[in-house]
T-cell receptor
């Protein structure tokens, strides 16, 4: 069966520090991968998505970047965090373009 | 750009009341449409979907019809239960954009006994 792992669960980082959040999927190949940020009362904002290794589509120009170095690995990064980067980050995957998406447990990021 | 707009919450209903949560979309091309649900303390899970115009998705007593002419996908249930209390998200997927998956802002539903 397929599983998705996202870590860490919580993270407190100072302003100006780098960020690396990792997401991996098991039990499938060539999944579509997604990074979202969920803000209270504001739904899920799509940040990046990827349909293959090295293929990244950016939806919101901001202080973040994403990479997909391996088929089932999706990384969200920042070189210098801002206070406004605080939030709840969710990774998701799905197989194909009309199928159900499966979500990780999320990372609560607090920038201080 | 492509987007999903849902009615604002929270929505508070009594048990056995009729539920409608409105969802409209803007998209280039013909999207597939989804409703996801997030129960308290849990992750998002798919509730139902429709992949082409006039399709009706249904699950657990909920249903929604893909209306191309009004660009809508409203969620309905004839008789809600306390256990339906959750946040509901409408979403669209764009086949011609590599499976881009966009969500609305979510609508919180609270059902009182």
């Amino acid at each position: 069966s397929q599983t998705i792992h996202q870590w860490p669960a919580t993270l407190v980082q100072p302003v100006g520090s780098p960020l690396s959040l990792e997401c991996t999927v098991e039990g499938t190949s060539n999944p579509n991968l997604y990074w979202y940020r969920q803000a209270a009362g504001r739904g899920l904002q799509l940040l990046f998505y990827s349909v293959g290794i090295g293929q990244i589509s950016s939806e919101v120009p901001q202080n973040l970047s994403a990479s997909r170095p391996q088929d089932r690995q999706f990384i969200l990064s920042s070189k210098k965090l801002l206070l406004s980067d605080s939030g709840f980050y969710l990774c998701a995957w799905r197989q194909g373009k009309n199928t159900e998406a499966f979500f990780g447990q999320g990372t609560r990021l607090t920038v201080v | 750009g492509d987007s999903v707009t849902q009615m604002e919450g929270p929505v508070t209903l009594s048990e056995e009341a009729f539920l409608t949560i409105n969802c409209t979309y803007t998209a280039t091309g013909y999207p597939s449409l989804f409703w996801y649900v997030q129960y308290p303390g849990e992750g998002l899970q798919l509730l139902l979907k429709a992949t082409k115009a006039d399709d009706k998705g249904s699950n657990k007593g909920f249903e929604a019809t893909y209306r191309k002419e009004t660009t809508s996908f409203h969620l309905e249930k004839g008789s809600v239960q306390v256990s339906d209390s959750a946040v509901y998200f409408c979403a669209l997927s764009l086949y011609n954009q590599g499976g881009k998956l966009i969500f609305g802002q979510g609508t919180e539903l609270s059902v009182k006994p």
